[in-house]
């Protein structure tokens, strides 16, 4: 935009910081650039020129780097905001820089950016006008202004007989300025014009806004003699005014002026967007001929340089609109001939936009997917020309596969109308499809046997050895394209093994590879042997072209299939054999650690014996999972995310704490420094696992006591907001939460198990507490039953052998206080506890009741629960022992114990059952219930050896007999019982009861 | 010989005393059959002396100017031709000594090796593997054939006037692929120069093997001399930086690497910014620094500085974009750092830059 006022950097002395900034600029390294900016401002060496101007840089580099993002990223609003924050500080600078002017027209860019975006957000236009885009654009006009009186000043100071005609400098800064004052009279202008677009329709102030616009273009256009991209813009600007008011054929004279401007090549880019428009305008005045041929006058005049730069791409694509329109004109008064030559002729112009990529291309389909599908035939596509030599078979085919590629994009697009479409529609659409598809075929054809023949005119000796290869090729891929895959296979294999090495046999590699999956996805293959035909091209690949993503695709696909069949020494082998420097391998790193790991965690849950086994499975996955948290860079959150929490419970589980914490919380890709600003890349389920795997890293550090309490209280207090911060978004997400928050109470009670120092586990319990007790003030309901939750699972945890102790009593107490609150709050608002969530917080305060030996209290809470259903068995067993501890002051509660109590009056049953039918129930079911089975039958034969033993002496031995034959019974039918513990506690209680017995 | 008889018929008609005194004495010279050979030492300051050669040894060359012989020290010697070679063989000696191996290597090839002799040959063959063995150290020549052609120059002509020159270069290529203790050899045996620049050569280049053994210490011992004496000239004066970087690397491994930081800050604010493989080998030291106080932003564009600003000097820039390669992973341009590897491949094919891990 400007030429800087920054003074030149001595070329010799010392470090050159403005040359690198702007390489770094050049180069889009914008954060590393703001990084070395920082930096430079510490160095002793840096002149004070460079200091001077630090915040302009900051904001210039912010600006540029925002550009760069999408208008949704929420990092782009970010940088904007520091743009102009620094922008507006340099600004204010009480001294007067010589780049103040530079700030400030950047700074009305800036705000007319927000002007733009701000008419986006607002959407299609509407007459309303957009108030907060009117507001940029007049504090841009403002800026505007400001920076013109400014500059008016020094250039006044610099007139004439005022500046040394010796002094070169002085002379060149007072051009310089005079630039300026040209270049801020311009962007006034244009933010008036813009401001008055952007107001309401019956606003007089909008025209008055754009005549004034129009009136101060002329001012610069008249007035502005020597720079000619001034004159230009404001010419060209003036003329799209001109429309906006409706004096149309103003604005042509202006844009027909620029269009002829002559030996203007640094204009050229501006001529064609006056060209554009001017073609707009003739169009839509029906004068197609003449916008059509001035079009075409310079399109097919285009230098190399301008072919695919954004003013050409739009003038093509209004080409081939005002096109389009005659053709319709042309059919209506029935000249179909020209219609028809029209037609071929932009379809063959869109089809050659689509390569250009982006919004083009994007403008280009659609505008093809709304002319329909062709419906004429190329009778010269489908026939078999003559070819002299390989030379010309090879144009003729590229022609062919071209117009069959083309034509493929129609028929995606009509497929998409076709699954919009129903009924009859459907069957002409689909059926039109067909025929175009099976003309596709049939050119394909063609090309491949204009390809053979040219093959069959090769000489050895005169034709050069790259054709040869580019007409296989081409075979190759047509014959992919026709479903002949075995055969494409075949000879893209053929071709990257005679190439190795080359980009051209790294191209056969892609057919092969397309072959081979189009392979796998048919039903009539079997995977598996597909899988190992394609095992040595694989292994051909990643040893030829060891970083190229097709080796990483062919490793990764057999590395997959073996997971899948949980072959893990195959997967290792698959993927073992790729660079740790290919691209995307830390994907399927990532894969087979993560299988690894789900089969760990299912040998855990499954409470497999083999340890040995276990262990070697979850030292497998860490070295996996280790790997691909290396290998994968940090753009792929999920990967980092999903492979460092993985991680991070291996090593907790592995003893290594501070590996835990390198990887979640502090190292450099760790989830914790930059999970809150990806969310939107994360599913809502990881990330409220991740803060649940920190929580337990920090966990670990306070038991480990590697940090103290104070801040892990407030880092756990942390997870804990955004845990409930990312489960607010649904009722999905909320569930999701309940049950992690619950998994993690369930954590913090095996953590504490786990502990066989009584005093850590008071302090961790008390560091735990704290944390609870502040988040179980958030009004999330939610956040309390978790906290409740925890504070049970912390009770429950700081018992002596079941016995209370001050921490669990505090516990309890507080548990119970919470859980209080919300029954009593939901019994006064239905529905405050989630339905499917009260029955859990009615056990969590029976249980609490029972640690504070509330007997009563907690058996009123769980007959409640059963009331409404007694299939509870968790809540039943629970009941059971409450009466068991009640017995200790009332013995006949061993009574109720073992045979139930509280008759249902309708059903005349028990609603508590007691561990006599308990043990029934259970016994139905022994696959899944064996471990309660077992306990029931201990208590039971407890039960009535205590009751027995408060009994008289012949009820005495006749309970502790029947107490001795249940245990009996249940030893002679299952004699493992549930493992050696069962056995050894069984068998005490037997001699126990024989010892009462006087045996 | 000829040309030089028509010379001088005609100066004799027409000139006054003096001028027919000189054309006498050429005519005698020319005329009592001495052969006028045409040696010639180039000087650095000074005329150039042309006549034969009686005595050339690594450290000196004698040579009969109408005889009466003048010794020159070869660290005051450009350039040495000599009688009857072919005009191809100067070209080339030219083009290497402005660093132009290839071509240097293009005008050796139209030259037929079996119609020179003696010391002819000799500076074909010295010429040649020079050429080679510096153009692959730039990323492209045949390494291991020049190596060869080098150690058998060597052997053959172990007194020869370019024999420091090819021990150094030994060393630079035997350092190249790791052959850490030949490449200390090499060295060494440039401390037996009595050029003080080549001494100077010996102690950085040895302190270099120490560094890249792992022996930071040994490394730091060994630089000490050079650091400390005064340079006897600019270049020795330019190796004398090279070793301060070398020993601020040295401080970096050994743990100090804040303290090398701001030495080499400080280096990089005070000195000339058109040396380029100075400032290359600066920011290449200052990215270590960063990476071994693990700020991963920093190091790569201390790298990149080395990649945009001063990438001439081959060995600093293979290294630089070996380390941006990963680095720029690190801070989100996989892009970058994806042809920052590619151009590592491209460019450098031959350096260890290119396969280390």
Redesign the interface.
């Known amino acids: 935009m400007l030429l800087s006022h920054g003074f030149a950097e001595n070329a010799n002395a010392g470090e050159p910081y403005r040359r690198f900034l702007q390489k770094l600029r050049e180069e889009r390294l914008f954060d590393l650039a703001l990084v070395y900016l920082e930096d430079s401002q510490k160095r002793s060496g840096v002149d004070q020129e460079f200091l001077s101007a630090v915040e302009l840089e900051r904001a210039l580099l912010y600006f540029d780097s925002a550009l760069l993002l999408s208008p949704k990223a929420p990092q782009r609003a970010e940088k904007l905001n520091e743009t102009e924050k620094n922008l507006r500080k340099f600004i204010d600078q009480p001294s007067k820089h010589p780049r103040r002017s530079e700030a400030r027209l950047k700074l009305g860019a800036l705000l007319q950016l927000r002007a733009e975006e701000a008419i986006k957000l607002a959407g299609p236009k509407k007459d309303s006008g957009v108030a907060e885009a009117v507001k940029f654009y007049d504090a841009a006009h403002k800026l505007y202004e400001e920076a013109i009186t400014e500059l008016a000043q020094i250039e006044n100071e610099l007139k004439g007989a005022r500046v040394d005609p010796q002094d070169k400098d002085k002379i060149a800064y007072r051009n310089q300025v005079r630039i300026e004052i040209r270049e801020a009279q311009l962007y006034a202008a244009k933010a008036i014009e813009d401001r008055g677009r952007s107001r309401a329709s019956e606003d007089p102030q909008r025209k008055a806004d754009v005549e004034k616009a129009i009136e101060l273009y002329s001012s610069l256009y008249l007035k502005e003699s020597g720079l000619a991209g001034i004159r230009t813009f404001a010419l060209l600007y003036r003329s799209g005014a001109q429309v906006f008011v409706g004096k149309t054929e103003d604005a042509i004279d202006g844009y027909q002026r620029i269009i002829d401007l002559e030996n203007a090549d640094l204009l050229r880019p501006v001529q064609f967007t006056a060209l554009n428009e001017l073609v707009q305008i003739l169009a839509s005045q029906e004068k197609y001929q003449p916008a059509v041929e001035r079009a075409e006058a310079w399109l097919s005049k285009l230098r190399p340089d301008e072919r695919d730069s954004s003013e050409v791409l739009r003038l093509q694509i209004t080409h081939a609109k005002s096109r389009i329109q005659w053709m319709k004109k042309l059919k209506e008064e029935g000249e179909t001939k020209i219609a028809s030559r029209l037609d071929k002729a932009v379809r063959s112009d869109l089809r050659l936009l689509l390569r250009a990529g982006g919004d083009f291309a994007d403008e280009a389909k659609e505008i093809l997917s709304s002319m329909g599908a062709s419906g004429t035939e190329d009778k010269a596509s489908l026939e078999v020309p003559k070819v002299k030599n390989l030379t010309e078979a090879l144009e003729e085919s590229q022609k062919r596969m071209e117009d069959a590629d083309a034509e493929s994009l129609n028929i995606a697009m009509m497929e998409e109308q076709i699954n919009a479409a129903g009924g009859q529609e459907k069957q002409d659409l689909t059926a039109q499809r067909n025929a175009q598809q099976s003309q596709i075929d049939q050119v394909r054809e063609v090309a491949i046997e204009i390809l053979k023949a040219g093959l069959l005119k090769y000489d050895n000796k005169k034709d050069d050895r790259t054709q040869l290869f580019a007409a296989r090729f081409r075979m190759a891929y047509l014959l992919l394209k026709l479903g002949d895959t075995r055969e494409a296979i075949v000879v893209g294999e053929f071709l990257s093994r005679t190439s190795p090495g080359t980009p051209q046999g790294l191209n056969a590699g892609s057919v092969v590879l397309q072959g081979f999956r189009d392979l796998l996805n048919r039903k009539d293959v079997e995977p598996m042997s597909v899988m190992a035909e394609l095992a040595p091209y694989a292994e051909f690949l990643v040893a030829t072209w060891p970083q190229s993503a097709e080796a990483v695709a062919a490793s990764g696909a057999l590395a997959q299939l073996a997971i899948n069949a949980k072959d893990w020494d195959r997967a290792e082998k698959n993927l073992g054999i790729l660079p740790t420097s290919s691209p995307g391998v830390g994907k399927h790193y990532f894969d087979l650690g993560a299988a690894l790991y789900d089969q760990y965690r299912k040998m855990l849950a499954e409470k497999s014996t083999d340890e040995a086994a276990m262990i070697a499975v979850r030292d497998r996955a860490a070295k996996w999972l280790q790997l691909a948290n290396d290998n994968v860079n940090t753009e792929e959150a999920p990967l980092v995310l999903g492979s460092a929490r993985a991680l991070a419970q291996i090593r907790l589980a592995q003893n290594q704490t501070d590996a835990a914490v390198k990887l979640m919380l502090d190292g450099d890709k760790a989830p914790m420094k930059w999970l809150d600003s990806k969310l939107d890349q994360i599913s809502p389920a990881s990330a409220m696992e991740a803060y649940r795997t920190a929580m337990q890293v920090v966990v670990q550090q306070v038991v480990e006591d590697k940090v103290d309490s104070d801040s892990a209280t407030k880092t756990i207090l942390g997870y804990v907001a955004k845990l409930q911060e990312v489960g607010e978004k649904s009722d999905d997400d909320r569930k999701r939460m309940l049950a992690i928050f619950s998994a993690m109470a369930t954590d913090l009670k095996e953590k504490l198990a786990q502990l066989d120092s009584t005093k850590k586990r008071s302090q961790l319990a008390e560091v735990l507490m704290v944390v609870v007790e502040v988040a179980a003030k958030s009004d999330v309901v939610s956040t309390k039953m978790w906290g409740a939750g925890t504070l049970v699972a912390l009770a429950e945890g700081t018992e002596d052998k079941g016995n209370s102790t001050p921490t669990s009593e505090k516990a309890f107490a507080k548990a119970k206080d919470i859980l209080q609150k919300l029954v009593d709050t939901n019994a006064k608002q239905s529905g405050y506890i989630p339905a499917n969530s009260l029955n859990l917080v009615r056990s969590q305060y029976a249980r609490a009741a029972e640690g504070m030996k509330d007997y009563t209290g907690a058996i009123k809470m769980y007959a409640e629960i059963l009331d409404e259903n007694d299939a509870f068995l968790e809540i039943q067993m629970s009941v059971a022992r409450v009466l068991q501890k009640s017995a200790q002051s009332n013995p006949s509660y061993y009574k109720s114990a073992i045979v139930g109590a509280r008759p249902n009056p309708k059903t005349q049953r028990n609603v508590f059952w007691g561990w006599g039918k308990i043990s029934q129930v259970t016994n139905g079911k022994m696959d899944v219930f064996a471990e309660q089975f077992f306990e029931a039958r201990y208590q039971l034969a407890y039960c009535r050896m205590m009751f027995g033993m408060s009994m008289n002496a012949k009820e005495r031995t006749k309970e502790l007999t029947a107490a001795e034959k249940s245990i009996a019974e249940t030893r002679g039918l299952y004699p493992n019982l549930g493992g050696p513990e069962d056995i050894k506690r069984y068998d005490a209680l037997l001699k126990q009861i024989q010892k009462e017995l006087g045996k | 010989m000829i040309h030089v008889l028509k010379q001088l018929t005609r100066t004799s008609c027409c000139q006054p005393t003096l001028r027919r005194a000189v054309s006498c004495a050429a005519m005698l010279v020319v005329v009592s059959g001495v052969s006028y050979a045409q040696d010639r030492v180039y000087v650095r300051q000074g005329t150039t002396a042309q006549g034969s050669i009686t005595e050339l040894t690594p450290a000196k060359v004698t040579i009969d100017v109408r005889g009466k012989e003048q010794t020159y020290q070869l660290k005051e010697v450009r350039k040495i031709t000599f009688d009857k070679e072919p005009i191809q063989l100067d070209r080339a000696r030219d083009l290497a000594l402005e660093g132009k191996y290839q071509q240097a290597l293009e005008e050796l090839r139209g030259i037929q090796r079996g119609s020179l002799e003696g010391r002819v040959q000799q500076d074909f063959d010295f010429y040649q593997w020079y050429c080679e063995g510096s153009q692959s150290l730039l990323g492209s020549g045949d390494q291991m054939a020049a190596i060869k052609g080098l150690v058998s120059i060597d052997k053959a002509n172990p007194n020869g006037h370019h024999r420091f020159e090819v021990k150094e270069l030994l060393g630079r290529l035997a350092l190249a692929i790791a052959n850490y203790d030949t490449a200390k050899k090499f060295f060494e045996a440039l401390d037996q120069s009595p050029d003080a620049q080549q001494k100077a050569s010996s102690i950085y280049y040895t302190g270099l093997v120490l560094f890249m053994q792992g022996q930071t210490a040994e490394a730091k011992a060994k630089l000490k001399s050079l650091l400390s004496a005064t340079a006897s000239s600019p270049e020795m004066g330019r190796l004398k930086l090279f070793a301060a970087v070398l020993d601020l690397r040295c401080e970096n491994e050994m743990g100090n690497s804040q303290a090398a930081l701001d030495e080499l800050?400080?280096m990089?604010?005070?000195?000339?910014?058109?040396d380029l493989p100075l400032f290359a080998k600066i920011n290449n030291a200052r990215g270590d620094c960063y990476q071994k106080l693990?700020q991963?932003?920093?190091a790569?564009?201390s790298y990149?500085?080395t990649d945009?600003?001063f990438f001439t000097d081959p060995e600093s820039h293979a290294e630089a974009l070996f380390h941006l390669?990963k680095l720029l992973?690190?801070?989100?341009?996989?892009a970058?750092a994806?042809q920052a590897?590619e151009r590592l491949s491209k460019q450098y094919a031959s350096s260890p830059w290119k396969n280390k891990k």
């Open positions: 800050n400080a990089a604010d005070r000195e000339d910014n058109t693990n991963p932003q920093r790569a564009y990149l500085q945009l600003l390669k992973v690190a801070v989100g341009e996989p970058k994806a590897g």
